[in-house]
């Protein structure tokens, strides 16, 4: 599947805001692939906005549509999921902040899990391995909204339980394994200032971590940057761009130690976007454990934020560049985005 997109060439996508309108009120009675309307017969019974519609896959992308990257289609949720049927690890990425996120993760693992009857792992960035045991513990004694009270989750810094509970509660319905991915908070610090040196020695061969490549370097030193609004001192830039690497890899592990212990179905994996994409971030890691592993046991869903409608639109394959690279996902789920102060706005490094 991947090799197919990545050998194909892409277009630009770019359509105006009146054709964008034009096609949203046409999805609600229509199943996609659209006939080109090159390929409709014309009419004069035919209004002329829907008779020079364009192929709906060629349309901007917006709230709701879901993009095929290896079909260069847009395609429907229940398509979606046949999709992913089988797949061994699934990725799902979102914006933290977002709760449609959340709703279309938790979505997904009940459709997939109803579906097959599998029982997936659900591997969490948001809970570090340090917590598996209590993780364990009030997974069995609590319902899901009340797991994050029981986690502490006020005090971890993730945005409200009460938007991430619909994810576990798709788990409990279905009977799936919880697990922390992700490095504990006393391991991370050091490492800014000792490297991999700082990894417990358990962890450290677990992990086994290769020297971070230049290329996957380059790019974590330039997103880390940007997303430290440029105010980090460029010396810092390649501990920050190990310790991303090191996360990647935890999560990775996670997800294939789960699938050898206790769940010989797979695992999900909920985590930011950056960590899920697929040309250097987890699944990275996940070929670097499992050589044999095919690349249909691998996929991405990445959750998006589509722009607000304008002029001069992004393309679907737009976004995927703001990633960093054309192959980052398999599947790219747009939504809503939310108003969002300035990041950057009084930002004080360091204090």
Known sequence: MKTVFRARTRSCFKQSLSLCLAFAAMIAATEFPVRSAQAQTRTSSQPAGIRDIPDANSLP????????????????????????????????????????????????????????????????EMFDRDQQESLDLAWQAVPPEELGSEMKWGESGWPSWHDYAPIAEAAKENGLPMVAGNLPRDVL????????????????????????????????????????????????????????????????????????????DGAFLIAGAMHVRDDIAVPYHLRRYAPDIDDNDIAVVILVEADDPGEDLPGVRDYALRMGSENVADFMWFTNDLPRADPCEDIQIGQ
């Open 189 to 264: 610090r050091p490492m800014i200032n000792e490297g991999i040196s700082a990894l417990p020695t358990e962890l450290a061969q677990k992990l086994s971590l290769p020297t971070l490549p230049d290329d996957i370097a380059a790019r974590f030193d330039q997103e880390i940057a940007d997303g430290h609004c440029n105010m980090l001192p460029k010396s810092q830039l390649p501990a920050f761009s190990l310790v991303q690497f090191a996360r990647d890899a935890s999560l990775a592990r996670a997800m294939i130690d789960a699938n050898k212990t206790i769940s010989p």
């Open 61 to 124: 992308p917006a709230p709701g549509l879901i993009f095929d990257m290896a079909g260069q289609r847009y395609i429907m949720f229940d398509d979606l999921v046949s999709h992913l049927a089988g797949t061994r690890f699934i990725l799902i990425g979102e914006k933290h902040d977002n709760p449609i996120h959340h709703h279309h993760q938790a979505q997904l693992v009940r459709a997939l899990s109803k579906r097959e009857g599998t029982k997936r792992a659900v591997v969490w």
